[in-house]
């Protein structure tokens, strides 16, 4: 660990947030966590204020004013802690062992936070005097129910504003310690095939006449995609926008190889075509459809030759720029009825979260890439797109951001899982390479300002 | 109810082995039953002996000889109770409510069984002396639980010997009280594939790289069969035995209409090509393919994307006269290889119920339906053969018997279910219909013996 006189505060910190179960699935200690969280923002010399949210409330601090505007996501509320039997540790106290902490949230995300806050102190202690870009730190208490009122709120909140980066909740420490920075998060779309072909389960002998629901359901699943996972939903790939030349150049040099992400995932069956020179493109751009579960009828143990009377089957959609959930939906209910599915009934779990991808040769990913080598001493891997998705759309819809994750979760944070953790070294590291991110965008700010007219330079140019 | 001296002992006969619980499920009471069973045939007059069967014991009784060898065929275990609470009568006490018996094993089988008993007692009142046929009665211990000793057993205990007819265990009337004989019963065959593509259930993201194992069960399934229900498994349909002419005859004129039986089971959809007219064919005669069940994943309520990490899937296929579901086994496999689903585990759930079906022109089937709408004052249906299945082959592989169902389970008995229940007026007409068969039986054989040699009549010639 790194000797640093914020330390100690930060991990009191942190202590103090782990210790207040804000489970935003059961609604608890939301608004207790989030004064907290207000307080701490107070401290650090922010305006700051609590806005009501669905379930939780909203945290929003201010400060500064300049050219530039940078927004700080976070999030204050956690994952349930179950089950709570596998926990070497209580979840909320937090624990120190090898060099890690233990708890809920201590990764994911009050330990994102409060490196962060704590990088911002060690900055103003070394750069005081008025901020010369402005400065919003908002603190979300929904983003483990889905940010149900995310997008409503950043619409009436700020309107009208516009943000130039959003600094996301979250970025990546690989299992070598690399920092990853994630320039984007592909979409989703969750969906339900029920099919119904009889008031109840029949006896089976009756399939000689009557359809059976559940080969229906799983004919309609396999017309979806081929052997190589490519989606046969007519239309599927129209919107779906060319990857720069330097995020391709990104995608053709894995970071880690094909046998380095079998090995730890234990996935055995590669999709036709996916090979050691071309995974990691597919991981960054590529859409894919899953076939999360199936129901109806037997499922038991041995045989019982039953003719459901209904099925069902969940599947889900990852998406990337510019597929839109709503549409990819139109779509497949398009391709349900030309290949005489009309009587499959398709239902939207989840149509909201739509794909994003920041450039990765943006000044702030050159900058952050820069800046996260110099602190963690390792070549930095800056990823066009996760593989996984976020609630990212609002920012770059309502507020025009560019999306960019980089932060201090590590491949084995066993985040949402029991014993939940993260490396104190990288905690240490990463606030003093958040001092120095923000005094990066300081002298940004103040070159933007000495130009006439910096709001007119090209994307991607450096200010 | 017909008026009649051998229903009081009749009624009280059943009364009693209702009251034993032998529920084979459970091994429940199974000795006591066959010993209870044994007395009947004792005081019937019948040389009777207990055989240890692998969960209940077999009773066997035999006399009489002559140039014709008649088996019936009835089991006097019974299906669990469960679910109690939905029972409107004490399952195990023989209740009497308009018209009706109720208890659990009044029809199946021990109903069928007691009314042939009493059948056989009135028909030695009026044709005392010795029997001109040879009658052997088998009643098994296991049939609720798939007879999994029979077959070992009919070998063991039969070695050498040649049935004629084997009188099944039921037959059926049906809503409008007419009866049923049913000449065959279809073959079952009930298997699980099984995909595994990783250790552990994967985030779905990863679906981009790896393949999905419900969808590779889906895409296999799908494969099996069209829209029409005809299985596209190669080599299927090679063995199915063309039905005779009288056959065809029959199942061109169905005894129920489509319409009743949507009505009767609430299914609403036909496969493709079924219609009025030839419905009742693919009842008899059509071989068919069920999915009973998918699991892997996630079907709870609402979305959850997950890249499962194996899945399976239970299908059954109902197969007809000539075909041997080891052989249909091993053409599935080909097909799961040739589709390039070799990864796809085959699990076999049963494999040993063959399909059979007598000759519907037979001379005791024409017999039988001339008595039974004697006693029944309806036309009887000969049914080619019934849609589902029965574990009627042992008795035409080992014994070369014609397997001939006829009894009074009729369409509201409840088989296996709360309130199992008969209609005591066809019970009535039963025992007297039983006699004349057995009577009919008698004049059959006395014929042949008085011909030179009758063991030469070509099939189905009336002796």
């Known amino acids: 660990m790194l000797p640093h006189d914020h330390m100690p505060k930060a991990r009191e910190e942190l202590r103090r947030l782990v210790a207040i179960p804000s489970v935003s699935a059961r609604g608890e200690k939301l608004v207790e966590c989030a004064e907290a969280v207000r307080d701490l923002l107070v401290e650090a010399g922010f305006n700051t204020e609590i806005q009501p949210g669905e379930v939780g409330p909203f945290v929003v601090g ?79 208490g929904e983003e483990e129910i889905g940010s149900p009122s995310l997008e409503a709120f950043l619409k009436r ?16 420490i690989d299992a070598s310690g690399r920092p990853i920075i994630l320039c984007g998060f592909k979409g989703v779309m969750a969906v339900e095939l029920r099919d119904r072909t009889a008031r109840a389960d029949l006896h089976s002998s009756l399939g000689a006449v009557f359809d059976n629901p559940l080969w229906r359901l799983a004919a309609a699943t396999a017309s979806l995609r081929d052997n190589s996972g490519r989606i046969l939903v007519e239309g599927f790939y129209d919107a779906v926008r060319q990857a720069s030349l330097s995020d391709r150049e990104l995608a053709a040099a894995p970071p880690y190889s094909l046998d380095s992400l079998v090995e730890a995932t234990g996935a055995q069956r590669l999709l036709d075509g996916v090979d050691a020179e071309n995974f990691y493109n597919a991981i960054n751009f590529e859409p894919c459809m899953n076939v999360n579960g199936f129901s109806g009828g037997y499922a038991g143990e041995g045989a019982k030759t039953v003719l459901p009377g209904e099925g069902a089957v969940k599947i889900d959609f990852r998406l990337v720029p510019d597929q839109d959930p709503q549409h990819i939906v139109a779509l497949l209910r398009g391709h349900l009825d030309r290949h005489g599915f009309e009587d499959i009934e398709l239902i939207v779990h989840d149509a909201n979260v ?30 066009p797109s996760s593989p996984a998705s976020g609630t990212a759309y609002p920012f770059v819809e309502q507020l025009g951001a560019e999306i960019v994750g980089l932060g201090i979760t590590h491949h084995g944070a066993m985040l949402h899982s029991p014993d939940e953790n993260i490396i104190i070294d990288q905690f240490a590291r990463m606030i003093e390479c958040s001092a120095a991110i923000l005094a990066r965008l300081s002298q940004r700010a103040i070159r933007m300002k000495g130009r006439s007219n910096p709001e007119q330079l090209p994307d991607g140019e450096t200010p």
Request: proline fraction near 7%; include cysteine.
């Open 62 to 140: 201010e400060i500064g004013s300049g050219p530039l505007t940078v927004m700080i996501y976070n999030h204050y509320d956690v994952q349930p802690e179950d089950p709570v039997s596998l926990w070497h540790f209580p979840p909320f106290e937090m624990s120190e062992r090898d060099g890690r902490w233990y708890g809920r949230g201590v990764a994911d995300d009050k330990g994102e936070f409060i490196s962060r806050l704590a990088g911002w102190r060690l900055f103003r202690e070394q750069h005081p005097g008025p901020l010369p870009f402005k400065l919003i730190w908002l603190v979300d």
């Open 157 to 172: 909140r700020f309107e009208g504003e516009a943000v130039d980066i959003c600094w996301w909740e979250y970025g990546e």
């Open 354 to 383: 739509k794909p994003v991808r920041a450039s990765t040769d943006h000044w702030f990913v050159q900058d952050a890439k820069e800046l996260l080598e110099a602190h963690f001493g390792k070549s930095a891997i800056v990823q």
